[in-house]
């Protein structure tokens, strides 16, 4: 068997996915998770924080409920079925801070956890800064100084 | 010297045929919980809960030096010995630069060899130690090897809790330990032929499906054993892969039909599907890991040779000879294969 062949027999015997099942089990979780942040918002804004200012609390509540099911064993058995739908939102980022940064706790608070907390999350805030970096430019360039 | 006394003899390229095939006496396992909650399960002598591996050690990696050290000792406690009667071990282990058997080594006080063979390591470890006895290099020897599904993960993979989605192609990292004594003089089962695998690849880079990756080593290290040997597939009661999975299973299958060697499903097994229920079990394409062929072969081959069930096995170890480094670099994943040959005890 030539290698391009074998690579194609090899993929053709991989066991098939569910995509649809995959599709729905993350559109059901994310919107559970987006729900419960929903609610979380209504909550602060009932109890009298302006609506634009409430998104922040928010997130904190959400990444602390993330860091604490992550703590719990709970959070990657939750991915591991829902996918995207775990790991888009803010909670999934808390899941790649906090993973991390309990694993390398054996190698130390500075060179374990310190160092290698944003195994997972890095590339994200690299290329999610330069992103918006890029975007910013082009958005200033587009609508003159002061933007939009 | 006459050839006749010689003790090894090179019958091959890449296969040595021992003369004066030594015996494994006492091997011995330990397993953690989804390996006993594997068909395997009667086979070992020991298995851990979660909790209890972690008392193993404070850390994942000193928990698998514990493992380590519980499968030599008990090997060595069968045969009524202590680890200072073994004159050579040969271990090895997928962590750093195998600290499991150096440290294992460190508090047994025992003459260490170090082999890197990754899941091949088996194999690798117990045609070195039946090359030794049979020369006459030392007495007593010991091969042993060990793996952590959780150490594993946090070297290779992802942190244990962080949430990812596996591919069906990725294998599960068995938990546990093997050892096993060989000496001169001895009951059996025998070491009587073995096959040194080369490096192969057919262009797999995918860290994911590591079966697809050793498959081709496999296949070549069979043929090759076949011929060397002048025996066909129907001549083994079992050939034994190291940890080949649903798909690198088949794959090595059809590259043997190619090649004009059938076998027998009956006969071709896996220890990557042996140890666990691939149904009932959430590990993907089946086992893998450095303990993976060690279990396979502890918990089940040698005691099917040791009833008088299976006369005449091959086991097949397999490794994937990648590092993290060498995956994000892009490079292939190089596969090997050893193939040690058994005979039991009336077959000598």
């Not at chain 2, 990812?164 to 192609?169: I, L």
């Not at chain 2, 059938?262 to 893998?288: C, I, M, N, T, W």
């Amino acid at each position: 068997m030539a290698d391009r062949e074998y690579l194609a027999r090899a993929s053709s015997l991989t066991p098939a996915v569910s995509y649809v099942r995959n599709a729905l089990l993350a559109f059901l979780v994310g919107g559970a998770i987006c729900t419960i942040g929903q609610i979380v918002w209504e909550g602060f804004v009932a109890y009298g924080f302006p609506e634009a200012d409430a998104f922040a609390p928010t997130a904190v509540v959400m990444v602390f409920l993330s860091a604490l099911f992550t703590a719990l064993g709970l959070y990657d058995q939750m991915v591991k079925r829902a996918g995207m739908g775990g790991a888009l939102p803010i909670t999934g980022f808390a899941n790649a801070m906090v993973s991390p940064a309990m694993e390398f706790r054996s190698e130390g608070l500075v060179l374990g956890t310190g160092a290698r907390m944003f195994q997972l999350a890095g590339p994200v805030l690299v290329y999610g800064l330069a992103t918006a970096f890029v975007a910013g430019v082009v958005l200033l360039v587009l609508m003159g100084r002061g933007g939009a | 010297m006459t050839t006749t006394m010689l003790a090894a003899r090179r019958i091959g390229r890449q296969t040595t045929r021992l003369e004066a095939p030594p015996s494994i006496g006492t091997w011995a396992s330990v397993a953690g919980e989804m390996e006993a909650a594997g068909p395997l399960a009667d086979g070992f002598d020991q298995s851990y809960s979660m909790t209890e591996v972690a008392t193993l050690g404070p850390t994942f990696e000193q928990a698998e030096a514990g493992l380590l050290k519980e499968a030599i000792t008990r090997a060595v406690g069968k045969a009524g010995r202590s680890p200072g009667d073994v004159d050579r071990l040969f271990a090895g282990d997928l962590l750093d630069q195998l600290v499991t058997t150096s440290f294992t080594a460190l508090a047994l006080d025992m003459p260490l060899l170090g082999v890197y063979g990754a899941c091949s390591t088996s194999a690798e470890s117990i045609l070195l130690a039946a090359t030794f006895v049979a020369c006459g290099a030392c007495d007593l020897a010991m091969a042993a090897t060990a793996s952590h599904h959780l150490a594993a993960e946090r070297q290779y993979r992802y942190p244990i809790e962080a949430g990812v989605q596996r591919t069906p192609t990725a294998q599960w990292t068995a938990t546990g330990a093997a050892a096993f004594l060989v000496s001169r003089e001895g009951p059996g089962p025998f070491v009587s032929a073995f096959t040194t695998g080369i490096p192969t690849t057919k262009g797999v880079t995918d860290v994911n499906n590591m079966g697809a990756a050793m498959a081709p080593a496999a296949a070549d290290t069979i043929a090759t054993h076949l011929g060397a040997v002048g025996a066909s597939p129907e001549d083994y009661d079992v050939i034994l892969t190291g940890d080949l999975g649903i798909v690198g299973h088949q794959l090595c299958r059809e590259l043997l039909e190619e090649r004009g060697v059938r076998l027998d499903p009956d006969r071709f097994k896996d220890s990557g599907l042996l140890l666990y229920d691939r149904h009932r079990q959430d590990v993907h394409a089946g086992g893998s890991g450095a303990a993976c062929s060690a279990l396979g072969l502890a918990a089940y081959l040698l005691p099917l040779m040791a009833g008088g069930e299976v006369h005449r096995a091959l086991l097949v170890a397999t490794g994937s000879l990648h590092s993290p480094t060498t995956s994000q670099q892009g490079l292939v994943i190089p596969g090997i294969a050893h193939a040690v040959e058994f005979i039991e005890g009336a077959g000598r």
